[in-house]
């Protein structure tokens, strides 16, 4: 059930997510480094005290906001493998998961840019990921992989093609689209954006992968 379309929240649960909503906003618009838990209680309506009944710390929240408020995509994957074979067939899942990975990495991009700026803030947050017992950005990539072995295993996909090999390219090719969506902010040049929109990316890009996996003979 999406967040959405649960029951109202109130009492701790509903300054919890004022915190997210809060934090979201604000690493997105000033950026993870720039961005205090002062800053984030104030937007959130709540005092830093509160805040911290809920948090341990900044890079707790931050990890929360990527697991909680960005689209959901590692969650998703994690299901992939255990639908190979179903009817829906390789070209319809692939779609789905380069939709969900281009509007992940796009919400992403803004909140973890500075994380790599910063040695000590990039070595916190794996070290919070490891805490929390959270996956980590390769998990993506990983169950992925894990889906297309199981396709691979019931002859949907070509024999001679490495499983983590096809799960990069698709992963990649939804990163590089989420850093030019962002770059050029609804200002591309003409032909900077091919296909333009995102879910003709994800049918073309899915169409070029799948033309390399289909089996010899299969149609």
């Known amino acids: 059930m999406t967040r959405d379309a649960a029951a109202p929240l109130a009492g701790g649960a509903l300054t919890r997510s004022r915190i997210l909503d809060a934090a979201a906003a604000l690493m997105t618009t000033v950026g993870l480094t720039r961005t205090t838990t002062k800053q984030i209680a104030r937007e959130a309506g709540c005092s830093e005290a509160a805040l911290y009944k809920h948090f341990r710390n900044k890079e707790e929240i931050f990890v929360r906001v990527l697991h909680e408020r960005a689209p959901q995509f590692s969650e998703a994957l994690e299901q992939l493998p255990h ?79 490495d499983p983590h090999a096809a799960a990069t390219l698709l992963i990649g090719a939804c990163f590089h689209r989420a850093f030019l969506d962002l770059f050029f902010d609804s200002e591309a ?28 003979g299969a149609v």
Do not use: W
């Open 189 to 216: 040049p003409p032909g900077a954006l091919r296909p333009e929109s995102e879910e003709e990316f994800a049918t073309e890009t899915v169409r070029a992968l799948l033309d390399g996996l289909r089996p010899s």
């Open 83 to 161: 639908r190979a074979g179903d009817e829906r067939g390789p070209a319809e899942h692939l779609q789905d998961v380069a939709l969900a990975a281009v509007r992940f990495y796009r919400r992403a991009f803004p909140m973890a840019a500075s994380l790599f700026a910063s040695p000590e803030l990039l070595e916190t947050h794996r070290r919070k990921l490891h805490e929390l017992g959270t996956a980590g950005p390769q998990n993506a990539s990983q169950h992925l992989a894990a889906y297309l072995a199981a396709e691979q295993a019931r002859g949907r996909i070509a024999a001679g093609i």
